[in-house]
């Protein structure tokens, strides 16, 4: 698998303040790469070095293995961008503003468009002054759906969306990864990319603390068991890999490191399951814990 | 009934305290406008001035735009009645606009904002919000009107009586209530507040485009319009009180208009439906230079008609300035001892004041594309096909077009009405306006070179391109009066200019100031090419 966005060491400062210390990335062909992190920890600053509408002051960033600085146009051909705070023109309408977006892309799918504007609820004959953060987002949505790219560039693009709106842009996210596309999501909503992405990358004050698979991470935090057992529950709290233990009669619920999931369950077995259940680490928890320290 | 209006003194003391310094601002400002120029009309006045300026005004084009005077002959014309027949019409027009804004800003406006929600969440009537700001803004109006009336009686002027400076500025008082009871009544009546914004103001602009129609031809027929019942009240001359309380039924008939509509609607709407924009765009939109036009269409327009008022405003006098010089035994002297023409002279002047005018269209122009720029809303174009290139050459060639078309139009509404004024002697025709007008134009590229540089290596340089143009503009226009040195005449890039007709054309400056500028306008790409868009900061 080629990769599509290469991105390393890359640095961008605005005057005293550095905004992106360290921050390293690539998306593949065909993967969706979750990029999360708090406000202002560079998630927007990346995109828009990637986009050419910032210059980096160092390292190295390519799109289809070209440099998003100089090869900006060649690039800007073959990707579609959703910015994550959509100003639109207020006395334009959405439908026209649409246009205009698909006009300067080129290659734009006026069937789909019409499509996109009836799935995600859009009055396209309102002047864009009367639309409500959720529409604009809309607009944006379905400016940079209705073109054929090979690279979607989406910065929080469901904020403002209502859950319904929510579960359309993650169909069409699907759709796109189907057919092959590469898709860089950047979001603080954890479920949203927990539910679409193949690889996650944490960013936190202008650097890369995590990456890889979900799976991958997983690996870094601990599942969360809640059973019951005949005998004494009391039993599991010193087992090796059990930490959080807490009780209630023959309850429990504890955190347990994967690499030891095998022996606690196990000694718990010998205690005589009646029931069981085991939640697996949320993107959530793997957030937390590096915001914790 | 009552209950409709629970706690409206509430929301009136709250948006005095909201509002106070905007307050103080409006009733100085206007004040100062409607009543602070006394002097300079005494100025124009001395000697046989009134005169000079009555035969001016009776120009049927000068009725057209201040409207009549009662005076029948020009002893009459003292410097109240001059004071009030030049001054009242747009200053009630100013307060009217004003009055206008302000009532839509603190209705509709605020319920599109959503803040009108929450008011509503408490004990509070279902129109007091309105009697509220209807309160404020007659209390405005009516501080105005004594601040206008205080001042003018102040400057103890035998013409300016006290019940004359009173009834002046309570006619303006009266324009701004009345534009305040007409905007109460839109903002129930209009989809949006943006549509109730227009039409407020296009009711105000019909009006006054009436009154100039009926002004020239039987005045009796501008006292049917309401706008009549301000200027028509002749302060210093006839003291006419009626048309004021004509005024104030037509208000109190506005308001309860209003009150009885606003009870039948829901919050947020109007009775006429919200107006369905078009679905798809027109293929003239579809472009970058299809888009800017698009934004900056408004401006330019709006520029360009301006340009071609204020030229014709002036042109109207030319057919008057040989009464004026006879009237004027030093002006004459002057003028022969030069042993050039007076009307050459005076356009020589006019356009060097209109083109520095013509000058804020293109750096309003090429100010807009970073005001796009800080709003976010180049991010998602820029992530497609278009260059910066294309942006900053669209918008700057659009600028320099924009001050080809201002440029034009002053000299046009200048030349055209002056010829017309001049009649059959008219010493110069439409060509010798337009070669005067445009022999100024590398001025005009000047700024909005400027403005491109600022564009390109400091963009939020681009409002000091103003500071100069005001700067530039008042060395020029002061000139005559003030004798600069050499050195600080030529900081205004105009004074390298020579002045048509007067003087002859220079190729060579003309040629200079242009390639400099075109330079600057490179220059400033080389800068906008490589920059961070201000966004990301």
Known sequence: MSEVVIVRNLQKSFGRVTALHDVSLSVREGEVVGFIGPNGAGKSTTIRILLGILRRDGGEARIFGKDVWKNSLDIHRRISYVPGDVALWGHLTGGEIIDLFMKLHGGGDKAKRDFLIRRFELDPGKKAKSYSKGNRQKVALIAALSVDSDLYILDEPTSGLDPLMEAVFQDEVRKLKEAGKSVLLSSHILSEVERLADRVVIIRQGRVVESGTLDELRHLTRTTIRLAVDGDVRGLAAVRGVHDFRATGNQATFSADQEHIHHILSEAVKLGIRNIEAVPPTLEDLFMRHYEN | ?537
Not at chain 2, 252 to 272: P, S
Not at chain 2, 431 to 459: E, I, K, Q, R, Y
Not at chain 2, 518 to 529: E, I, P
Request: proline fraction near 3%; aromatic fraction near 10%; include cysteine.
């Open chain 2, 1 to 537: 009934m009552r209950h409709n209006f629970a706690r409206w003194d509430m929301l009136f003391v709250q948006f005095l305290k909201r509002d106070w310094k905007k307050i103080l601002v409006w009733v100085l400002g206007v004040g100062l406008f409607s009543a602070g120029f006394v002097p300079a009309f005494e100025e124009i006045g001395k000697g046989q001035g009134f005169r000079g300026l009555y035969e001016t005004m009776q120009n049927p084009a000068m009725i057209a735009i201040v409207g009549p005077t009662p005076a029948d002959r020009a002893e009459d014309y003292t410097l109240g009645a001059m004071y009030a027949h030049e001054m009242l019409l747009f200053c009630g027009l100013l307060a009217m606009i004003l009055s206008a804004l302000h009532v839509i800003g603190h209705t509709r406006r605020e319920e599109e904002l959503g803040l009108m929600d929450l008011v509503r969440s408490f004990q509070v009537g279902r129109q007091a919000n309105s009697l509220a700001v209807m309160a404020e803004t007659v209390l405005i109006n009516v501080l105005l009107a004594f601040v206008i009336g205080g001042i003018l009686a102040g400057y103890g002027e035998s013409s300016l009586s006290a019940e004359g400076s009173l009834l002046f500025g309570a006619s303006i008082g009266m324009a701004g209530i009345m534009g305040a009871a007409t905007a109460l009544v839109m903002a129930q009546i209009m989809p949006a507040s943006s549509a109730a914004t227009g039409a407020s103001l296009g009711i105000v602009g019909a009006l006054f485009l009436v009154r100039a129609g009926t002004d020239i031809s039987k005045e009796s027929l501008s006292m049917l319009n309401p706008l009549g019942w301000t200027y028509l009240t002749y302060p210093f001359t006839e003291n006419r009180w009626g048309p004021l309380a004509l005024a104030a039924l037509f208000t109190i008939a506005a308001v309860a208009a209003a009150f009885a509509l606003e009870g039948r609607r829901d919050l947020g709407a109007g009775y006429l439906p919200e107006r369905q924009g078009r679905v798809t765009a027109r293929k003239t939109l579809l472009s970058v230079h299809g888009l800017f036009l698009r934004l900056n269409k408004g401006v330019i327009l709006a520029w360009t008609i301006a340009f071609l008022v204020i030229g014709a405003s002036y042109g109207s006098i030319y057919g008057d300035m040989q009464t004026f010089l006879e009237s004027n035994d030093i002006m004459r002297q002057m003028f022969t001892a030069s042993g050039v023409s007076i009307e050459a002279s005076f356009t020589g002047i006019i356009l060097l004041v209109t083109t520095s005018l013509v000058a804020i269209l293109p750096v309003a122009v090429v100010n807009r594309l970073f005001s796009e720029e800080v709003r976010l809303r180049l991010s998602q174009l820029l992530a497609t096909r278009v260059t910066r290139a294309r942006l900053y050459w669209t918008n700057v060639l659009m600028a320099v077009l924009a001050g080809l078309a201002g440029t034009a139009a002053a000299a046009v509404g200048l030349g055209a009405t002056a010829v017309a004024a001049m009649g059959d002697g008219a010493s110069m025709d439409i060509g010798d306006f337009l070669a005067a007008g445009f022999n100024l134009f590398p001025s005009v590229l000047f700024f909005a070179a400027l403005a491109a540089l600022a564009l390109g290596w400091s963009p939020r340089l681009g409002k000091a391109v103003y500071l100069y143009l005001a700067y530039s503009f008042a060395l020029n226009y002061f000139d005559g009066l003030v004798d600069f040195p050499e050195w600080v005449s030529k900081t205004a890039v105009q004074s390298w200019i020579p002045r048509m007709p007067v003087e002859p054309s220079d190729g060579a400056v003309f040629a200079t100031i242009t390639v400099i500028s075109a330079a600057l306008m490179v220059l400033g790409y080389f800068g906008y090419r490589r920059r961070d868009m201000a966004e990301g900061a």
